[in-house]
């Protein structure tokens, strides 16, 4: 989509709004929303960034950008993201694009937890330990292996979700994960403690009909809200303050970046469209 085509689908958005029962302002508000949005990712993304080529890394940069770099107040965030919403929703319906990049990507709360920080080496063992103590018993090995998967291979939570017993790979030795499909899929290697904590909890595993690897204590796949109140609930109990499961994403990217300098292999390992994504993903926290 050029920057006329992208034009033209925010005329027939604005038409939409107006045959609508939203007020003139949040009109005018939405489309100002927007094309502050378009003149950030042409400028943080490159000069070919248009509305059509908006992935979910996208919005989760643009989120990151207003609540971080601007200091955005939660009220201003959230109405960016409810216009992102609302426009993409209009896109997917009108056929120019072929999937809602805002799915899956939460409003701010205000308690911060968009926002995320990486974890430092401290951090790391305060919230496995507070996880290895957790009150559920039966449920203390998958929590665990849920948070040492997302700090050593930077899987999304919808991807955790989504982790099937068919996409672990086991070789000789140890094995990885697949995940995706087709052009998308990529192959992430586990370092020896992941392995471990995962082997672990396929032990005690309920075997049930459904082939997702991470189950609830009644033995249907888990969701993403559970998984984000497992992060939220460790970190409360280890006392650690805005640590979300972007946080433990960021935390992996920078490590395996402090560890072999390849932007270009971080990328991959995130899941990320191009490195300069990932270049701006990483940018607030170290000078890349």
């Not at 979910?56 to 955005?72: A, K």
């Not at 990049?101 to 920080?117: E, H, I, K, Y």
């Not at 303050?241 to 433990?248: D, I, N, P």
């Amino acid at each position: 989509m050029s920057q006329e085509q992208d034009e033209v689908i925010l005329t027939k958005f604005e038409e939409s709004l107006s045959r609508s029962a939203l007020s003139s302002s949040t009109i005018v508000n939405y489309l100002a929303d927007l094309r502050v949005f378009a003149r950030w990712g042409k400028e943080e993304i490159g000069a070919e960034f248009s509305l059509e080529s908006v992935s979910q890394e996208h919005i989760r940069l643009y989120r990151f950008h207003l609540t971080q770099e601007l200091n955005r107040a939660v009220s201003t965030v959230n109405r960016h993201l409810m216009a992102l919403r609302k426009f993409f929703a209009f896109a997917k319906e009108f056929g120019a694009v072929p999937l809602n990049p805002t799915n899956g990507v939460a409003l701010v709360q205000n308690d911060g937890q968009a926002n995320s920080r990486p974890l430092a080496e401290d951090d790391i063992k305060k919230l496995l330990a507070a996880a290895a103590k957790g009150s559920r018993a039966g449920l203390i090995r998958r929590d665990v292996a849920i948070l040492q998967l997302l700090l050593h291979t930077g899987l999304r939570v919808s991807e955790i979700v989504d982790l099937q017993k068919d996409d672990i790979i086991f070789e000789s030795p140890g094995f990885r994960l697949k995940i995706g499909n087709g052009q998308e899929t990529r192959y992430l290697p586990l370092c020896h403690e992941a392995q471990k904590v995962l082997i672990d909890y396929l032990d005690l595993r309920p075997q049930t009909g459904t082939d997702h690897v991470f189950l609830s204590q009644q033995g249907h796949p888990v969701s993403e809200r559970t998984v984000q109140r497992i992060i939220s609930d460790c970190a409360k109990s280890a006392a650690l303050e805005g640590v979300s499961a972007q946080s433990l994403r960021r935390t992996f990217a920078l490590h395996l970046l402090a560890e072999t300098n390849d932007l270009e292999l971080v990328s991959r390992r995130l899941g990320h469209q191009n490195s300069a994504i990932t270049a701006q993903y990483l940018a607030v926290h170290k000078n890349i």
